[in-house]
């Protein structure tokens, strides 16, 4: 069964550093996702992306944060000068449809530690 | 603003009791309700959605618009079931993948 996939699992890194989350959405879906969860916190989303643009975003999601899906088959996440808030495991998700499928497809996520 | 509130962080019944995870929303018009669940070391994935009215490993969850909730319940637990479940909103105008989650729930089942 297709899966979503990440890498990093895990990443350490110093403030002010840029970051680079990277997933492979499952390959016949068309709309992408990044969420968070800083922990002991909700799953929040941070931004939808769709035909190669940004079908919404969230307040988290300021200008310290992009996305760009660079090839056929990745979608990124970039974090330019992360803070030590940004801590948290991050969670790509893809899905087949837009309004009205309501499923999701997660990744594993990837645990981010900023020092 | 929506929202939705899982009051119990942890929940622990026995091998074959009932358990109810319970789930309520605050939101004006119309929302889309799921339920996600997390089992130990697997990734999020869906478990069921209220459009569906379906029964999934057991588990059913009935929108009650008058009260606002979503509780999840199956009628004889298993061990199996040991995980951690997130109720989910997505209204309905949104781009599907903007979901409002709980804060979860750890659903234990004892032997």
């Known amino acids: 069964e297709p899966e979503v996939t990440q890498t990093p699992s895990h990443q350490v890194t110093q403030m002010g550093q840029e970051v680079i989350l990277r997933c492979v959405p499952i390959s016949n879906h068309l709309y992408f996702y990044w969420y968070r969860q800083i922990l002991g916190q909700k799953v929040e989303f941070l931004v939808s992306f769709y035909n190669n643009e940004i079908s919404e975003k969230s307040e988290i999601f300021d200008d310290q944060f992009s996305v760009e899906r660079p090839d056929g088959s990745n979608f990124t996440l970039k974090i330019r000068s992360t803070k030590l808030e940004d801590s948290a495991m991050y969670f790509c998700?893809?899905?087949?449809?837009?309004?009205?499928?309501?499923?999701?497809?997660f990744g594993e996520g990837s645990r981010l530690t900023v020092l | 603003a929506q929202r939705v509130t899982q009051p119990e962080k942890l929940l622990s019944v026995f091998k074959g009791a009932p358990v109810e995870l319970k789930c309520n929303y605050s939101?004006?018009?119309?929302?889309?309700l799921f339920w996600y669940v997390q089992y130990s070391r697997q990734r999020l994935q869906l478990l069921l959605r209220h459009i569906s009215r379906e029964s999934i490993k057991g588990f059913t969850a009935d929108l009650n618009k008058g009260e606002t909730s979503f509780h999840l319940k199956k009628p004889f637990a298993q061990e199996e079931d040991s995980a951690m479940y997130y109720c989910a909103l997505n209204h309905r105008g949104s781009t599907l993948g903007r979901l409002y989650f709980g804060r979860g729930t750890q659903l234990t089942v004892w032997p």
């Open positions: 939101y004006s018009g119309s929302p889309e």
């Open positions: 998700a893809s899905s087949r449809r837009g309004q009205g499928a309501g499923e999701l497809f």
